[in-house]
């Protein structure tokens, strides 16, 4: 990727995925902020400005589908690629509703990046 004006968000739970996505997204040349729930986004979205999030599904309290669907009633147009470790929702009628990509965790950094690249409009 190697473009410092692409800002990714990362949104998961886990704070070691959430490192590890941290540091494969900085050493691909990205701008990046995590946040540990959807909540911690909403808070801090303002000041974010993301060019892609990487959302995990499963989060507490406010799922990565209740954030998604948040923002669209808010109007806002952020590009995602969604995370989950489980694949039936994974390849659920939801998921493929959605219009976004949903990887499976563990993910390929290549096949994440690639995700990211298209979603955004980099590709």
Avoid: W
Wanted: proline share 7%.
């Amino acid at each position: 990727m190697n473009t410092p004006d692409v800002h990714i968000v990362v949104v998961d739970d886990d704070p070691p995925v959430r490192r590890a996505l941290g540091r494969l997204l900085t050493a691909a040349g990205c701008r990046v902020s995590l946040c540990g729930s959807a909540e911690d986004f909403l808070v801090r979205s303002y000041d974010l400005a993301p060019t892609c999030l990487v959302l995990d599904v499963h989060l507490p309290r406010l799922s990565g589908l209740d954030l998604r669907a948040l923002l669209g009633r808010l109007d806002t147009r952020i590009p995602i690629v969604f995370l989950t470790a489980d694949q039936e929702v994974a390849r659920s009628a939801e998921m493929r509703q959605t219009g976004h990509p949903c990887l499976i965790k563990p993910v390929d950094d290549e096949v994440l990046l690639r995700a990211i690249s298209q979603a955004s409009g980099q590709a």
